[in-house]
Structure formats: C-alpha cells, structure tokens
C-alpha cells in the first residue's frame, strides 16, 4: 500500500514548527530526535499515556486520525522519529505486529532488517512495513535531507497487553484538548506521578 505524500502533511508542519526533543534515554538504540505518544512505561508505577498526549495534543489528533485512515493493526503507542538514526535493536515491550512508515525529504535512510524471511534493504518512504519487531534485528540506514518515521504498535508490560480508557482530542474553544477516556488531562497537571519533578537518571 502506498500512502500519499499529503497524508503527512500535517504531521510535518507540526514537527517542522516545533520539532521533537532529543532522546537521551534511547542512547543505546540510537540518536536524534524520537518520542512516544499514547501508552509508554513509567517509573514505578502502571504504564499510562505519554506527556506528549497533553503537551502537543494537536500532534497527536493528526497522528490518530492518519492511523484512523492508514493504519491496519491494534495499536496503543505510537513513536515518531525525526532525523533519528537507529542501530541494530529489537523493539522491546513491544506486542505483535508493529507498523513502520517513513516519509520526508530526503534520499536513502531505508529500513534493514538483519534476520528472519524479511532480511534486507526495505525502501519504506510512504510505503509501510508490518511486522514483529520484537523480534527482527533492525536498523535505519545513512541518509541525507529530513527524514521521518512513524511506529504505531501495542505497548505490553512483560507481554501483557495494557487496558487503558480510549484516548482522544477534542476541539474546544479554540484549544486542542487530550481526554483520556471522559477525562480531561489538564495540561497543567498531566497525569498524576508520585515521581513528578525527580530528575531522571541516565541508563
């Protein structure tokens, strides 16, 4: 399936007007800019949505209504790339197929898997790829321009699916507003976090 080059349109005028923040806690993968929307991990307590839900919920309506339109797997987190390059990895906590989508201008930047039937130098510039990656070795190729990816797939705590109230952002006001099920996530406050505030360490 090929996606159109106007389906990303508005990801990337969000992206280029304000980019993502560098990944320091991803070292060991790769580097550049990579942050996750929607379920991740946290410190001590259940996995929940992302901060990015609330910070740039008008990022994340265009990345849920792109997957409304494109994207054909249960999903629960999405990851977005921008000028992030990866080394050999498994995605680990994730579930289940994963779908991985590149898109920008630029040339090259093809995804490799290193094992498995899918080996080799696969050209996913608006083409997605649907695979397990939790268990392919992959990595990202050299390129040169701004390149983009996208990973939607369902974040599990030790392979067990996370059951959370459906997200969404709503219009109001002039305001793009996160809800997590009927809940309004203030974008203030965000979801509540016993270690709000404590410095993360590096890994």
Avoid at 96 to 103: A, E, Q, R
Avoid at 146 to 155: A, I, T
Wanted: aromatic share 12%; charged share 25%.
């Amino acid at each position: 399936m090929k996606i159109p080059a106007d389906a990303f349109t508005e990801i990337i005028q969000e992206l280029s007007t304000r980019p993502l923040s560098i990944n320091r806690y991803r070292k060991s993968v790769g580097e550049g800019r990579s942050q996750a929307f929607g379920v991740v991990g946290r410190r001590n307590l259940a996995p929940d949505y992302s901060r990015l839900c609330w910070t740039r919920p008008k990022l994340y309506m265009h990345l849920l209504e792109f997957a409304d339109k494109y994207v054909d797997i249960s999903y629960n987190a999405i990851t977005v790339n921008q000028n992030y390059k990866s080394g050999k990895h498994y995605d680990k906590h994730n579930i289940g197929d994963s779908f991985l989508v590149s898109f920008g201008d630029f040339t090259n930047g093809n995804l490799l898997i290193h094992e498995g039937d899918l080996s080799g130098n696969h050209d996913i510039r608006h083409t997605p790829i649907v695979a397990d990656f939790s268990k392919l070795m992959h990595s990202t190729d050299d390129w040169e321009g701004c390149r983009y990816s996208l990973v939607f797939y369902q974040y599990a705590l030790k392979n067990k699916p996370v059951n959370l109230p459906k997200p969404s952002v709503k219009l109001e006001e002039g305001k793009y507003k996160f809800y997590r099920g009927d809940e309004y996530i203030d974008p203030k406050v965000g979801i509540w976090h016993n270690l709000k505030g404590r410095k993360k360490v590096l890994v």
